[in-house]
């Protein structure tokens, strides 16, 4: 069965840092976009940052400068490094991935459980 799950979330202070990372599991044939998304409380769900399989990385342009976005293909897996944060980075950081399970089938879009961040004093 394929499945993401997300883990590095947490409480920060304003301007600390935290890593998350997605794994990918199940059987895996390739995978193409990946990405990180947010939802803060009451709002919808906004893209944070994308990266291709190929390694090339797009970001909101709220996070611009502040994130980088990086995968390992021989792991399966995404890391989101977040610095300088914001209380406005507060959110459920969730992880989204196009799979093929095989060489004939088509990408199916999966999404993790979501990991939560949190950032105050």
């Known amino acids: 069965q394929l499945q993401l799950v997300e883990s590095g979330g947490g409480l920060v202070q304003p301007g600390g840092s935290v890593r998350l990372s997605c794994v990918a599991s199940?059987?895996?044939?390739?995978?193409?976009?990946m990405g990180w998304y947010r939802q803060a409380p009451g709002k919808q769900r906004d893209l944070v940052a994308t990266?291709?399989?190929?390694?090339?990385?797009n970001y909101a342009d709220f996070v611009k400068g502040r994130f980088t976005i990086s995968r390992d293909n021989a792991k399966n897996t995404m890391t989101l490094l977040m610095n300088s944060l914001k209380p406005e980075d507060t959110g459920l950081y969730y992880c989204?991935?196009?799979?093929?399970?095989?060489?004939?089938?088509?990408?199916?879009?999966?999404w993790g459980q979501g990991t939560l961040v949190t950032v105050s004093l």
């Open positions: 989204n991935a196009n799979i093929r399970s095989s060489r004939v089938s088509g990408y199916l879009e999966l």
């Open positions: 199940g059987r895996i044939f390739s995978i193409n976009t």
């Open positions: 990266i291709t399989s190929d390694g090339t990385a």
